[in-house]
């Protein structure tokens, strides 16, 4: 399984040279990523099985398209295969739009990123680092880490100003001393990656973007002090302990 492993991935992933079995650099990466993709699809289905209370029938969830790119395939299907009675409807909505569908009780419960009004029960699922992407060909490119305040002249492509992410970026980057020149914006996370792929702007996103983007066009740098990106499954208040 190991070898099949390496084979795709095409790394060496257990050091063969000495006679303790060890991991090499590349496959304490691919453990740590494969436990944190495991460790979500616990903590999730978990979730939806306890607040649901569903054995069989139709459960409808609501994600914005970042979070859903991220995160859900991979979930979804361990979900599926566990409890293959009950069948999930994802809809991609906008934050607001989403909000308004879980206090009508269109949708079972929605997925955003936090905070959120009080009027809504919260149960925390994802916390992450926030990265800065920019063109490889950027002078920042081959640093390390670079702090907030040093790309307060540069342009800015973000999600639109109703984003929970936009609005984060927003409140940090004034908090670091300055207001972001913002050239684009968009409602499409890969419309702002590809805009920083044709070198018309930064941004800023969730470090598990970096492993889906053109890594020869764009380059991902830790930021000091990371702003962090926090998820979490929003319900119709009260919701959960009527089930």
């Known amino acids: 399984m190991v070898k099949n492993l390496e084979n795709e991935l095409k790394v060496e992933l257990i050091d063969r040279s000495s006679k303790k079995i060890e991991l090499t ?10 436990q944190k993709i495991l460790g979500l699809f616990d903590d999730l289905s978990s979730l ?3 607040l649901m209370n569903l054995e069989k029938g139709k459960l409808k969830i609501g994600i914005p398209s970042l979070i859903g790119f991220l995160y859900f395939p ?6 599926r295969d566990l409890y293959p009675k009950i069948s999930i409807q994802l809809v991609e909505h906008g934050v607001i739009k989403m909000k308004q569908a879980v206090n009508e009780g269109i949708i079972d419960l929605g997925v955003a990123a936090l905070p959120v009004e009080d009027e809504f029960d919260v149960i925390p699922f994802v916390e992450e680092e926030m990265m800065l992407f920019v063109h490889s060909s950027h002078p920042l490119a081959t640093r390390e880490k670079v702090s907030l305040v040093e790309v307060k002249d540069e342009s800015f492509v ?21 207001y972001p020149n913002v050239s684009y914006q968009s409602i499409y996370w890969d419309f702002i990656t590809e805009m920083v792929g044709q070198n018309l702007g930064i941004s800023i996103f969730p470090q598990s973007l970096a492993k889906k983007v053109d890594q020869s066009l764009i380059k991902a740098i830790p930021i000091v002090n990371p702003p962090i990106w926090k998820l979490g499954v929003i319900l119709k208040k009260d919701k959960k302990n009527n089930k």
């Open 158 to 178: 973000l999600f639109q100003d109703d984003s929970t992410l936009y609005q984060q970026i927003m409140q940090e980057c004034i908090k670091a001393g300055f």
């Open 25 to 34: 650099v590349a496959g304490e990466i691919v453990l740590e990523e494969g």
């Open 48 to 50: 939806l099985t306890d």
């Open 74 to 79: 991979k979930i979804i299907k361990g979900f």
